[in-house]
């Protein structure tokens, strides 16, 4: 299978919030984040986790990471239509090098 | 915050003709940038990592002689397809990171859409 796996569609209703579940095979990274791609557009970091960290929140987002069970996590709270995008985990290495989930297509519904 | 600007955003081009893809690091020395290729509704895979005044690192699979990698300053890669084809059609994404930075966050360019005709 993948390094670096994730579901690939989620649906949620405006207001309610957007769990999105990562999990990967490569303990030794440093870093852990999550993208945001919007249509056409580049990568927006919307936040990162360091390795020995369990958990982080920033605003309306909170990363859960299980290092046991090799699982990443992202919530966001109250899901805007804004929150309409694609989104990607990454793991990096101490150089920066990235290796990508095939990414999360999340849509907003009103 | 540091950023990566990416140039040209789209270009088109006739099949046979090369094309070159620029990265830059524009308040921050990179010694080190990474070059991804997106396919449609997929994610982003490493094609290589650009290393300044020295040879390019390629992913398994990657053609070294097709995709030139050019890492003349610490502040500009350049990514060269050359003899495009249909099929290389893609968007491709520059990434740097910050050594000086308090985290070893990657930045990344706005992309360039590169499809050929």
């Known amino acids: 299978g993948e390094d670096v796996e994730q579901s690939l569609f989620l649906s949620v209703r405006e207001g309610d919030s957007s769990v999105i579940n990562c999990t990967y095979t490569d303990s030794s990274s440093t870093y852990l984040y999550w993208y945001k791609q919007e249509p056409g557009a580049g990568l927006q970091l919307l936040t990162y986790i360091f390795s020995n960290m369990d958990m982080k929140q920033d605003q309306r987002l909170t990363v859960l990471l299980n290092k046991k069970d090799k699982h990443l996590s992202l919530r966001i709270a109250d899901t805007q239509t804004g929150d309409s995008a694609i989104y990607f985990c990454a793991l990096s290495d101490s150089w920066g090098k990235l290796q990508f989930g095939a990414g999360t297509q999340v849509v907003v519904t009103p | ?117």
């Open chain 2, 1 to 117: 915050g540091a950023v990566v600007s990416q140039h040209p955003s789209w270009v088109i081009c006739k099949s046979g003709t090369s094309v070159k893809i620029e990265c830059r690091s524009l308040d921050f020395q990179a010694t080190t940038m990474f070059w991804y290729r997106q396919f449609p509704k997929q994610s982003l895979m490493l094609m290589a990592t650009s290393n300044e005044g020295s040879k390019a690192t390629y992913e398994q699979g990657v053609e070294k002689d097709k995709f030139l990698i050019n890492h003349a300053s610490l502040t500009l890669s350049t990514l060269t397809v050359t003899s495009a084809h249909p099929e290389d059609s893609s968007f491709y994404i520059c990434s740097a990171r910050d050594p000086t930075g308090e985290n070893t966050e990657a930045f990344f360019g706005q992309g360039t859409r590169l499809t050929v005709v």
